[in-house]
């Protein structure tokens, strides 16, 4: 599976959905919750639905439904489970516990939770690890949750996250690695400064991000090129690996002028194990 770059189209919106074809996401993130006014519900299942039925080709094709407690998600899945979407993804997610009530809901569909949108939500950060069968990823987010605590910005003015919210994105890059699963980093909302999201994404490779989601066509092919290894990154990768085999029996290599061991093999091994995946 390759999982650099999931842009969420409206669900309401099927000419956005038919653009969004076109623009090598790997996967679509159609969304009922947020991005859909409540007058727009409705039509927006039925469409989501409908675009889900008619374009299997393509990219992978997740919906995100409304929240556990919202009276909305019975009739979100009642519209769309017979579509057959590749995930759900879930918002407002309060740990293992939602995750196994909305696959009680759903059975056999994998569930990419947004695990940062409630208070409570921070305390469960590490109980996704006893439901990694159900889930098949961990994002987070820096909106939410400001709103729901009267914070008046997750944001510096510079757009860095306030201490808060870098503990969030920690704790959930973390919560993701310890069950195992994709670490996806959140949306970044000025989508017109392009190249503050390639630095930003680039950041969240460096991090130990697996992928981003997007907003905008224009961020996917940014998100794109950040999660995919360089030709350079590559190569020292592929050297790294050549050096400890041409020295077996060694634990500690000189590897010009720097120290390289155990992590730096088992790092070179991931790097080109990723770029396989990525290869089209
Ligand atoms: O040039 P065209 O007319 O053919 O197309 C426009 C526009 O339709 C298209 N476009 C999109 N296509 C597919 N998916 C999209 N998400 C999308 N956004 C735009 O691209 C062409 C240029 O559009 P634009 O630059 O004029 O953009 P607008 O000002 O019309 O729209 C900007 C927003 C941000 C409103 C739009 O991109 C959008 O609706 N994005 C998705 C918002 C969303 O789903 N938000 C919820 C998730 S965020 C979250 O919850 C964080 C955890």
Redesign the pocket.
């Known amino acids: 599976m390759r999982l650099r770059s999931l ?4 669900g309401d919106r099927p ?2 959905m038919e ?2 074809l076109g623009l090598e996401a790997d996967a679509l993130i159609l ?1 009922l919750e ?2 859909v006014a409540p007058q727009a519900k409705p039509a927006a299942r039925q469409l989501t639905a409908e675009f889900l039925r008619s374009a299997k080709q393509g990219p992978m094709f997740f919906i995100r439904v409304n929240a556990l407690d919202s009276d909305l998600i019975d009739d979100d899945l009642e519209a769309i489970l017979d579509a057959r979407p590749d995930a759900l993804i879930l918002p407002k997610a309060e740990g293992a516990t939602s995750v196994r009530a909305l696959a009680a809901k759903a059975p056999g569909i994998p569930i990419l939770p ?1 695990t940062t949108e409630t208070p409570a939500a921070v305390f469960e950060l590490g109980s996704y690890r006893t439901v990694r069968h159900l889930i098949l990823g961990l994002t987070w ?1 820096a ?1 939410d949750l400001p709103a729901a605590i009267g914070a008046t910005n997750s944001r510096e003015e510079d757009g860095s996250y306030t201490p808060p919210y870098e503990m969030l994105r920690s704790l959930a890059l973390f919560g993701a690695h310890a069950a195992g699963v994709e670490a996806i980093e ?2 970044y909302p000025a ?1 017109r400064e392009l190249d503050g999201l390639a630095a930003y994404a680039r950041r969240a490779r460096r991090d130990g991000f697996t992928g981003m ?1 997007a ?3 224009a961020q996917v092919p940014i998100i794109n090129a950040a999660f995919t290894p360089t030709v350079e990154e590559l190569a020292e990768a592929q050297a790294i690996i050549d050096a400890f085999a041409a020295n077996p029996g060694r634990g500690a290599l000189n590897f010009g002028g720097r120290m390289i061991d155990a992590p730096h093999l088992r790092q070179a091994r991931r790097l080109i194990a990723l770029a396989e995946t990525a290869s089209p």
């Open positions: 842009l969420f189209v409206p000419d956005r653009k969004a969304d947020d991005a947004i987010g909106e959140t949306v989508f989601m907003i905008h066509p």
